[in-house]
T-cell receptor, first 116, second 113 residues
Framework: GAVVSQHPSWVICKSGTSVKIECRSLDFQATTMFWYRQFPKQSLMLMATSNEGSKATYEQGVEKDKFLINHASLTLSTLTVTSAHPEDSSFYIC????????????FGPGTRLTVL | DAKTTQPPSMDCAEGRAANLPCNHSTISGNEYVYWYRQIHSQGPQYIIHGLKNNETNEMASLIITEDRKSSTLILPHATLRDTAVYYCIALRRMGGGADGLTFGKGTHLIIQP
């Protein structure tokens, strides 16, 4: 149980295009999901907290207009990187907190984004 | 959340117990100690968590000192697949709404054949 999937697992796009990444909790409901970003040889950094049915909360320094988050259902959150540039190339990872659970966040496998 | 300190890297022979230390001297009474690991190019994996009692599950054991200022994660019989970066995180435990995790640099555990 407690499986989180991400799609796509990797994506290569041209500079200026937008990319959507999906995060799904497959066998549980998740009121809260989180999006992280990891640059090479660095730790994960929290980007935003996504709550079902409400606006996402972004960490300081993360542009909300560039990283659009939609958490329309209890099993799906999406992250759209708008007008991507090479500096947005990174490993994007989501996690899901089981509704009624206790902070055991379950992570997806990550999405490798490369912007040319 | 309290800051945690871990050694940057450790080696362990395959089949032996791997003991990963973590210092959290400023941990507050309502903060739990969580351990996650990240195998290269994968999402982090939850391992175990505890408050003040020692905990054990199918993956590992967690030993927390009586004063709660430090803890040790024990992988009883390390295998090559346990090579990963291990993160110790102090976190309030809440139902429903929660905080995202703050990852430090962790300990890069290398299991040697």
């Amino acid at each position: 149980g407690a499986v989180v999937s991400q799609h796509p697992s990797w994506v290569i796009c041209k500079s200026g295009t937008s990319v959507k990444i999906e995060c799904r909790s497959l066998d549980f409901q998740a009121t809260t999901m989180f999006w992280y970003r990891q640059f090479p040889k660095q730790s994960l950094m929290l980007m935003a907290t996504s709550n079902e049915g409400s606006k996402a909360t972004y960490e300081q320094g993360v542009e909300k207009d560039k990283f659009l988050i939609n958490h329309a259902s209890l099993t799906l959150s999406t992250l759209t990187v708008t007008s991507a540039h090479p500096e947005d190339s990174s490993f994007y990872i989501c996690s899901a907190l089981q509704t009624g659970g206790y902070n055991e966040q379950f992570f997806g496998p990550g999405t490798r984004l490369t912007v040319l | 959340d309290a800051k945690t300190t871990q050694p940057p890297s450790m080696d362990c022979a395959e089949g032996r117990a791997a003991n990963l230390p973590c210092n959290h001297s400023t941990i507050s009474g309502n903060e739990y100690v969580y351990w996650y690991r990240q195998i290269h190019s994968q999402g982090p994996q939850y391992i175990i968590h505890g408050l003040k009692n020692n905990e054990t599950n199918e993956m590992a054991s967690l030993i927390i000192t009586e004063d709660r200022k430090s803890s040790t994660l024990i992988l009883p019989h390390a295998t090559l697949r346990d090579t990963a970066v291990y993160y110790c995180i102090a976190l309030r435990r809440m139902g429903g709404g929660a905080d995202g995790l703050t990852f430090g640099k962790g300990t890069h555990l290398i299991i040697q054949p």
